[in-house]
């Protein structure tokens, strides 16, 4: 028998044999193909040495093994990544609610903003919350207030270290 005849007769015995254990159509399917190629490459050696029928199944036993394998360890990976994802989430929940019980318990966020505000000197409060909260540019500020751009830019300097001095107590 040549090997399209084999090939024939033996290809819809195979995958079955394969789909038992692989669960997918598909994965089966490329067991068999990969098997019948490989069995193609060496099949006129083969043919007169091994019972080739034995030597099939064998090694699509051996295929489906390794694949059954290679998909418990995707699935245990894939477990792992979605337990991590979410002890992640969990660990981010737990932050938040702690973070919202100690930024409120003082009061309002808006009062702690405005509080820290009230620490800065008054021209450099003035600037920061018109370029800031107004949200108008360096150079409106500084036509507005006839200074210079580079003193506008220095004043919101000084006024986020300030702040964030000041922020950092209420930690």
Request: aromatic share 10%; charged share 35%; glycine share 2%.
């Amino acid at each position: 028998m040549d090997f399209r005849e084999f090939y024939i007769h033996w290809y819809s015995r195979l995958k079955s044999f394969a789909r038992e254990y692989v669960i997918y159509e598909a994965d089966a399917e490329d067991i068999i193909q990969d098997v019948f190629l490989e069995l193609y490459e060496k099949y006129e050696s083969l043919a007169y040495r091994v019972n080739i029928v034995a030597y099939l199944f064998t090694t699509i036993r051996n295929r489906c093994i390794d694949h059954i394998r290679h998909k418990i360890i995707e699935q245990e990976s894939a477990r792992r990544i979605q337990e991590e994802y979410l002890l992640t989430l969990r660990m981010k929940i737990n932050s938040l609610e702690v973070l919202h019980n100690e930024l409120f318990k003082d009061g309002c966020i808006e009062c702690i903003v405005e509080n820290a505000l009230h620490t800065l000197p008054e021209r450099c409060r003035e600037i920061f919350i018109m370029h800031k909260i107004e949200g108008k540019k360096l150079r409106e500020i500084a036509e507005e207030m006839s200074i210079s751009p580079k003193t506008v830019e220095n004043q919101i300097t000084i006024a986020y270290k300030k702040l964030r001095m000041e922020l950092q107590k209420k930690d």
